[in-house]
């Protein structure tokens, strides 16, 4: 399919000038044109291809494109694009462009005035009304796209991406039904098949339901999504694969000369008929079957299907009392509590009797009990689902208490009573612990713990248990005699193998008497013998590894050594150089003269005698 520019007429003459002006420049190309359908769906890649390489380029006089005449005319016209039933089958077009929209008011400028009815007008694969009708507005093509469940996923070039983006945020703005999706497209168009992926998996996490509703039927919905419960919402978005949504629905007929008592609720998986069925009057409320009746209405009123109307001045359940004391304080609160409101605040109290409210509810929500002080709204919610006591399919909301049924019991009706999914190898909890809500509780006397308590992180395991037995029955070695190992050793079940694997069960290995290693599996069922398999061959060291080991050992103490010696020998060297270095530097700045020996002292001392006089 290709999408260009709505022709402008020029002179009375459409698309004159373009026409014109596109077969002087280029012979082959195609006169503008608003849309053609240049090939229905189909499997057929070949035929895809070959249409695809034969459509010649086209022209226009502005930037602006017909996008949404393309889409209105893709999302009503069923048989020429050849959708599937949109029940059946996800409708999704993909809309690749670099040019922003034309939209309602703009054919103004070529003289088209006729507002988009938002019909199919494409006949032979060519959009005959592009002349005719205007644009039609992006919030019409929205209501359009959404009655035909058609998403548009916008793979547009990096310049007009924020255009599109917009129309994606009006679409969000009104619930985000259609699944519009809009991202930046390489100049390449490399990205294109990722961009479709993310598109894809983006609208699919989006459910919503939608109705078929006449008018003077009024339909409420209320979404229980994975991220809470929605009042008033038909749509779940961000919805993970193996996550459930549910949508509980209420309808309020107002007008008893309904014509049409039929319409549907459409899924992502199929519709759900309803047909209505109301009486708006009651063969009870002739004359002939009224019954003025001391016995029901206390002599104060008239039954009329099963309900007392009261004579005038009277009121009441049963008309047992009169208007100027209806109201009877402290009659309609409960007993042994502090609740300080009549009726628990949810209803009027009428002759002592509660009056339940029936509006301001919640949809679906009833009120009732004695104080009404009841209602199918106040039970515990499945924590995983987050519906009411897990749902219609497990339980009942009764005055605050769930009533479970089938394999359903708990508070919330969230535990099921199955035990399919506590066993492992037939053995329920591998005999260690009891199956509750469908999950194993180990027994806290015993070490087992996982899934299926078989999981024992402080147990030794039943390795050293069966060494000795596996020694002396397969290798005729160990610390048990003939003897010994006949009579404990009688019950094993030991199977040789080549090579043991994972599925034998948990592997042990030891070394013999001869230093060499034998290995082998047990596999431990409740219940049942353990089964031993052997690898028959042992694991002896060779003698060319041993000598090799020592050798290596030796080299590399040697190594060390000499290593050692190495480092000790450089850092001598280098200190014995700093040393005469600083040597050579002291004796240059010496300041006396060098003939003589600055430390060099005379071995005679002369003293003065005082008394001399110097004769």
Partial sequence: ???????????????????RTCLRSNPNMVPAFGFVNQLSLTENISEFESVINRVNISGNIDNPEGTLDALMQIAVCDKEIGWRDKQSARRIVIVITDATFHFAGDGLLGGVVKPNDGYCYTVNGTYTASTLMDYPSPGFLKKRLIDEQVSPIFAINQSKVDVYRQ??????????????????????????????????????????????????????????????????????????????????????VDDCNLKEKAFSLITPFGNVEINLDFICSCQCEKEAKTEKSRAHCSGNGTLICGQ???????????????????????????????????????????CGDCVCKKNDLLPGEIINGKYCECSNMDCPRDRDTGLLCGGPERGECVCGNCNCSGNWTGQSCSCTKRTDSCIKDGVLCNGFGTCECGNCVCNASTPYRGKYCDECPSCVGKCSQNKN???????????????????RC????????????????????????DDCSFTFSYKENPGKDIKIFVQKEKVCPKEAEALAVILGVVGGVLGVGIALILIWKLLATIQDRREFAKFEKDRQNAQWDTGENPIFKQ?????????????
């Fill in 308 to 350: 007392c109307i009261c004579d005038q001045g009277w009121a009441g359940r049963k008309c047992q009392c009169t208007e100027e004391s209806k109201a009877k304080p402290n009659q309609c609160l409960r007993d042994n509590t502090t609740e300080t409101k009549e009726c628990s605040g949810d209803g009027t109290c009428l």
């Fill in 603 to 615: 071995p005679t001392t002369t003293f003065q005698n005082p008394t001399y006089g110097g004769k």
């Fill in 167 to 252: 129309y994606q945020e009006l679409v969000t703005f009104f619930g985000s039904e259609s699944g519009a999706v809009s991202e930046s497209l390489r100049e390449d168009s490399s990205n294109l098949l990722q961009l479709i992926r993310q598109a894809y998996e983006k609208i699919a996490k989006t459910q919503t339901i939608r109705d078929t509703a006449p008018e003077g039927v009024k339909v409420n919905y209320t979404a229980y999504c994975p991220n809470g419960k929605k009042v008033g919402s038909r749509t779940c978005t961000d919805v993970q694969i193996g996550q459930e949504v549910s949508f509980e629905v209420s309808v309020t």
């Fill in 490 to 513: 009688k019950d094993f079940k030991i199977e040789e193998v080549d090579e043991l694997s994972p599925e034998m069960g948990e592997r042990c290995t030891f070394r013999d008497s």
């Fill in 1 to 19: 399919m290709k999408v260009t520019f709505k022709p402008w007429t020029f002179g009375g003459k459409e698309g004159f000038y373009l026409e």
């Fill in 469 to 487: 037995c596996v020694q002396c029955l397969v290798f005729k070695s160990g610390q048990l005699s003939a003897d010994q190992c006949k009579s």
